[in-house]
């Protein structure tokens, strides 16, 4: 399984990022493919989720109403839109897959990741 997330970088508070994550899991089997996201010091935390097949999304409570989670059957691809951003926003964003909902079990390895930088 391939799990390749791209899209980080550094932006200003209030600023908006989209995330992408390309992966090679077999989508039409039931998975449901999240986001996640370790900050300096901390541990990885659940961020949002997508059921491939039907598109119902979950999130946690730091980013409802600022983050959105999508997919694209046609690439592969799970994008997490993030607006509003904030400096606790601040973390190496990484992609999995699970079966767990609402919450998002990780399933497998945990690739590179691609890190957010919010400025104050």
């Known amino acids: 399984v391939r799990l390749v997330e791209s899209g980080g970088g550094l932006v200003q508070a209030g600023g908006s990022l989209t995330l992408s994550c390309v992966n090679s899991?077999?989508?039409?089997?039931?998975?449901?493919i999240g986001w996640f996201r370790q900050a300096p010091g901390k541990e990885r935390e659940f961020v949002a989720g997508?059921?491939?097949?039907?598109?119902?999304?979950t999130y946690s409570e730091p980013v409802k109403g600022r983050f959105t989670i999508s997919r694209s059957y046609a690439k592969d691809t799970t994008y997490l839109q993030m607006t509003n951003l904030k400096p606790e926003d601040t973390a190496v964003y990484y992609c999995?897959?699970?079966?767990?909902?609402?919450?998002?079990?990780?399933?497998?390895?945990w690739g590179q990741g691609t890190q957010v930088t919010v400025s104050s």
């Open positions: 997508i059921k491939w097949l039907s598109g119902m999304t």
């Open positions: 899991v077999r989508t039409d089997n039931g998975w449901i």
């Open positions: 999995n897959a699970g079966v767990t909902w609402p919450t998002v079990t990780p399933r497998f390895p």
